[in-house]
């Protein structure tokens, strides 16, 4: 009688575990995708407004790639402001021009810098702080908790393989949804009526993915745009 009255209350406890680690994930993902999505959208500033606030120790974190004679930059001065740059002069790397004693900043080396479709990329490897590894480690841990789930509610496994890799909102729409919607508390929950296989999920996830690029390119980039700049001007 006594096992048959812990058992339950041991279940309990292990599922409201499981929701406080869903919790963490989500958040660490969500901060990711923030910082990923301001850091997309920079507003237009001079080389010599860079070095003014690079060399005040003002500037946290800069992103790089050389382009013919120019190196071109998007750096930040908090988390969620961000500046784009031209430098024709700055051939050789950023670590020499920060003073001794003065604040060195997040320095990244990119191939090419985040165009605005950064959903439609691997938004996870491109999150530019230095605790970036972070949002990729939560990403990781969320993908590996799908892969070892072995009953989904929303859809298979192989459906929730490609939206976490093409759809790139898999680890998010993952931790609120299953195995049980986030806000639905610890009790079972039915699954939908027509659960995803693996044929929707990767439409699915080509259409999000493309969606969102286009929306960017319209109406949505346009609004992301006024907000940075109000948020800029505060």
């Known amino acids: 009688m006594r096992l048959y009255q812990e058992l339950p209350v041991t279940r309990q406890v292990d599922r409201l575990t499981a929701v406080f680690?869903?919790?963490v994930l989500l958040v660490v993902l969500l901060w990711g995708t923030l910082l990923a999505f301001f850091a997309a959208l920079p507003q237009e500033r001079s080389a010599a407004e860079f070095?003014?606030?690079?060399y005040?120790?003002?500037?946290?974190a800069v992103?790089?790639?050389?382009?013919d004679h120019d190196v071109?930059?998007?750096w930040s001065t908090s988390p969620f402001t961000w500046y784009h740059s031209v430098d024709p002069n700055l051939k050789h790397g950023l670590t020499n021009l920060v003073r001794p004693g003065g604040t060195y900043p997040y320095v990244v080396g990119a191939k090419?810098?985040?165009h605005p479709r950064w959903l439609a990329a691997m938004w996870t490897l491109r999150v530019p702080d230095s605790f970036g590894w972070?949002?990729?480690?939560?990403?990781?841990i969320s993908f590996v908790m799908m892969l070892r789930t072995k009953v989904h509610r929303v859809g298979n496994r192989w459906a929730w393989f490609w939206l976490f890799t093409f759809g790139q909102i898999g680890a998010v729409l993952y931790l609120l949804l299953e195995p049980r919607s986030l806000w639905w508390g610890v009790e079972p929950q039915e699954p939908p009526a027509n659960?995803?296989?693996g044929v929707r999920g990767i439409i699915l996830s080509f259409c999000v993915a493309a969606t969102i690029a286009v929306s960017f390119e319209g109406w949505l980039g346009s609004a992301a745009h006024a907000v940075v700049n109000v948020l800029a001007a505060l």
């Open 72 to 74: 071109d930059l998007r």
């Open 63 to 67: 992103i790089y790639r050389h382009v």
């Open 134 to 140: 972070l949002v990729m480690l939560a990403w990781i």
């Open 195 to 197: 659960p995803l296989g």
């Open 21 to 23: 680690v869903r919790v």
């Open 112 to 114: 090419s810098l985040t």
């Open 56 to 60: 005040a120790g003002q500037v946290s």
């Open 51 to 54: 070095h003014a606030k690079l």
